[in-house]
């Protein structure tokens, strides 16, 4: 189940099939759960080092309870993350399995790689993991300590991890797929991007490329004054780059924080898109809520302007 391209699956949730491109959409096929939204990287393309929002980890009994929901509601992929660092909690293998037992055919996590040692990765496969990717942003040691904000050893972990957990996944048969997807930066960053994919890529499933994100307008200085093209809204790929209006995270995959706020970006780095609660309310009633729907509408007239969303889609 967890083999075959990634990108495919990446697709399928960027494109907004006509059916979905109503106020009320159906189910979204996918959805990502933040078991924790603390992060061990401070990188300066991610807002989450700005601590907008408190950081914190998901209650279990709101998780189960949350996956008997999505499930019953029609979703059939959900991630292990959001927008902290999974690998960061011991219960990561636990949340994966009780995900398999709730009868989801697709369980996936995308890791900075930094914790993603030999003991956790295979715990994690045994558990039934699908897919896991790595997130691989930087070009060498020197630049992953200036991006990521920690120290520079630890993009050795990095690599040595990935690694491993190609290893592990073949060792033990397990059917997981292993990816890693990298920023494709311009000029002379994107040429040294190109030496990192050049060494992992024959060891993995696939390896693809992302633009830049604005991250909902909430970075990006430091990367503009090196000369980095920055995407606005979320276009989804590097090579197969969505129109940011109407934006397809507002339609076919859902979000789920910590605390339990449903929210209708993939930067809600400061919880101003929570579009319903999930700890008062059912998930198809906040996914139908009139919030989302106002805000859809607009996405779909092409217009966000006077929108929540506005500051991301045009920027730059």
Sequence with gaps: MGRGKITDRVDAITGIADDRRVAAPPC???????????????????ATAEKLRDKGDMD??????????????????????????????DWLPDAIRAAKEEGFPYVFITTNGSLATPDKVRACMEAGLDSMKFSLNYADGEQFSDIARVKESIWDDV?????????????????CGVYASYIKYDGDQGERMQA??????????????????SQADLVGVAENEQGWTISGGNPGRADNMRDPVPCWSLFTEARVTYDGFLSACC????????????????????????????????????????????????YG
């Design 28 to 46: 979204p096929k996918s959805c990502k759960i933040e078991l924790t939204a603390r992060c061990n990287f401070k990188c300066s393309f991610c």
């Design 60 to 89: 279990w009994d709101f998780y189960l309870k949350l996956l008997k929901e999505l499930r019953r509601s029609g979703v059939e992929e959900v991630g292990m993350f959001y927008l902290g660092e999974s690998f960061i909690l």
């Design 159 to 175: 690599t040595r991890n990935l690694k491993d957990a190609a290893r592990i996944r073949d060792e033990g048969n397990f059917d």
């Design 196 to 213: 990192v994919v050049d060494e992992v890529e024959p060891l993995l499933d696939q390896v693809y490329s992302l633009p830049l994100y």
């Design 267 to 314: 930067f809600d780095h400061d919880g101003r898109f929570r579009m319903g609660d999930l700890k008062t309310q059912p998930f198809m009633e906040a996914w139908h809520a009139q919030k989302f729907q106002d805000l859809r509408t607009a996405h779909l007239s092409g217009d966000v302007r006077e929108t929540v969303c506005s500051a991301c889609v045009s």
